[in-house]
């Protein structure tokens, strides 16, 4: 496996934090493409350093967003912003080094965060900064 720091994606998980997810401190997420896998159906996954670890380390929570290039490449411009959300709310709310499953970061609740991502965006671009 090959991985490298993806600057573009870490840019689209930074809006996507700031707009939804304010709980995650960014500067202790980052994103990261790799190459050269042999899954089958694993488009990206989220990796969390342990509390033990962090204890261990002297750290505190840290994690990294692995976005598989043989598969992520393929989907469509909304299906890689809905794989990017559905990474980042495995996050939880206590910044802990922990991991919220799948019970909760489903299809459902990841399209219902998508289309409250497009809505603020949307609404970004319409606003009017200069109003008078």
């Known amino acids: 496996m090959k991985y490298e720091y993806d600057f573009e994606l870490q840019e689209i998980a930074e809006e996507i934090s700031r707009l939804l997810f304010p709980h995650i401190k960014i500067g202790f997420v980052k994103c990261i493409r790799s190459y050269g896998t042999s899954t089958k159906r694993t488009i990206a996954r989220c990796h969390a350093l342990g509390k033990v670890m962090q204890k ?3 750290v505190k929570a840290f994690y990294a ?5 043989e598969r992520f490449d393929k989907l469509s411009r909304e299906e890689q912003l809905k794989v990017i959300i559905h990474e980042l709310m495995h996050i939880p709310k206590t910044f802990g080094g922990g991991f919220k499953h799948h019970d909760h ?6 399209n219902l965060h998508y289309q409250t991502y497009k ?7 319409n606003a009017n900064w200069f109003k008078i």
């Open 119 to 125: 809505a603020k965006k949307e609404a970004l671009k």
């Open 65 to 69: 967003l692995e976005f598989l290039s």
């Open 105 to 110: 970061v489903t299809d459902k609740n990841v």
């Open 56 to 58: 261990a380390m002297g």
